[in-house]
């Protein structure tokens, strides 16, 4: 008996549902397609619509750029669906209790998207000065999902549908959303934003 359309089935039926649990109820789409909404920029980058989808290639100013809500979350799920080039520099922060004079891994968590870091442990999957990860899941030259869940003192963060870091700590309690471009070629072609109940620590 073939079991591969069995099989495709499932992982088709599987990829609608994980594509309209990012759209369901609760859901704030930021980008969808090529299309940038409630979103601010920081920094001077060439965010645009390519292909159906943003792209960010370059940036003007001296350190990186950001796209940035201009709404505070405290319990959060983030979702992001990007294209790396191997020495891409990105990462998605959260509650930015700092904005002065941009996010920095000080004052946001920040989950990582950096293959090529010098440190590895706080490469892509990681959270930058808070969570390393090991091993280092490679994102360079590929379609990747990302998913981040901050809920009270929980955070954790997971590429392709694996956990990569799960930890506890309420150093950062609330504050907006940002994506970062630093380096090398980044396409998103989701990135949306589900507030959570608030969670007992």
Known sequence: MNKFPALLAAGMLAL??????QTGPGWITLIDGGVINKLNQLGEANWRAE?????VDQHSAVGAAF??????YKDVQVYLEFWASEDANSGIFIRCAN???NPSSSGCYEANIFDQRPDPTYGTGAVVSFAEVDPMPKAGG????MEVTAQGRQITVAVNGQQTVSFR????????????YGAGVLKIRKFAIKPLAVAQS
Do not use: C, K, M, Y
Not at 16 to 21: I, K, S, W
Not at 51 to 55: E, K, P, S, T
Not at 67 to 72: D, F, Y
Not at 169 to 179: F, K, Q, S, V
């Open 51 to 55: 292909d159906n989808v943003v792209v």
């Open 16 to 21: 609608a549902l994980n594509l309209f649990a």
């Open 99 to 101: 904005l002065d004079p």
């Open 67 to 72: 796209l940035i809500t201009a709404e505070s």
């Open 169 to 180: 700590n309420d150093l950062l309690r609330e504050g907006p959303i940002a994506l970062q």
């Open 142 to 145: 590929r379609w990747n999902t």
